[in-house]
């Protein structure tokens, strides 16, 4: 088994770190640059950097808060949002970033893909999947004795702009789509999960993790390191993002590691 990831996700707001509950009721949560130094102190194995209205109001990332970002770690650091042709991410790598990811635009023009895989290097490109269950509901431990109804059509449907907006598209299949056009990993946020602290969705992620042969990391919904161990365990995903229960000093990434190790998960 591969060495599994702890990666903290600095979503970004008008240059302020922040954190909501299913992408709405956003707190603030800190400076990016004094969280990335932290988190860096801490052992995270990657980073994750995400402009998470840059796409909807049409905007670019700022290129110094990335560079101060990128120049205050140690570690791979991936950075998102507004990333709309391959010069954007030409002009985010080059400020420091090891890898782009991209969502709205994907979708939008999806040979941005293979054309980004083509310049930089599959590793380099990350896909954003937000999902949001259409039918059905998350499983719990509550619910485990009375399967859902076979009857009740289920799938994930994949949304772009921040979460505001339906594509149509089944979250399975466009996995599978943008593994073939050339990404090197799929970052999978469960948009119904996120925030709530209530676990990852178990059933989506390992959907997904089981489509595709390339890296998924898990997002959306870590509210203990419980739940950490059931998405990189059950879920079967290579990588887990999390952001409350590390930004508000509840866990920290040295602790979260030391349990998955516990639990003889092997970290990196």
Not at 115 to 140: H, L, M, P, W, Y
Not at 217 to 231: D, N, Q, R
Request: charged share 25%.
């Amino acid at each position: 088994m591969l060495a599994k990831r702890i990666i903290p996700c600095l979503d970004v707001d008008g240059g302020r770190v922040v954190k909501g509950i299913r992408f709405v009721d956003l707190i603030d949560a800190g400076d990016p640059v004094e969280q990335a130094r932290r988190y860096d102190r801490e052992g995270a194995d990657e980073l994750v950097f995400l402009d998470i209205t840059a796409s909807s109001d049409k905007r670019d990332i700022v290129a110094d808060m990335v560079r101060r970002v990128a120049d205050s770690v140690f570690i791979p650091f991936t950075v998102g949002g507004g990333i709309r042709t391959v010069e954007d991410m030409r002009a985010i790598l080059t400020s420091g970033s090891d890898k782009v990811s991209v969502n709205t635009a994907a979708i939008k023009e999806p040979s941005i893909i293979t054309e980004g895989a083509r310049a930089f290097g599959s590793q380099a490109i990350v896909v954003a999947i937000d999902a949001r269950r259409i039918g059905g509901k998350k499983a719990t431990s509550d619910s485990a004795a009375s399967p859902p109804d076979a009857s009740v059509s289920q799938h994930w449907e994949v949304y772009t702009h921040g979460g505001r907006s339906s594509t149509g598209l089944d979250v399975l299949e466009w996995a599978k789509r943008v593994e073939d056009l050339g990404a090197g990993e799929i970052l999978l946020t469960s948009m119904d999960c996120d925030g709530t602290r209530e676990g990852y969705d178990i059933e989506l992620t390992r959907g997904v993790a089981e489509a595709v042969s390339i890296p998924v990391i898990a997002s959306g919904g870590a509210g203990s390191l419980e739940h950490l161990y059931e998405a990189l365990s059950e879920g079967k995903a290579s990588a887990v993002l999390a952001a409350s229960i590390f930004h508000f000093g509840e866990f920290t990434i040295g602790r979260a590691k030391e349990y998955l190790r516990e639990r003889g998960l092997p970290m990196r």
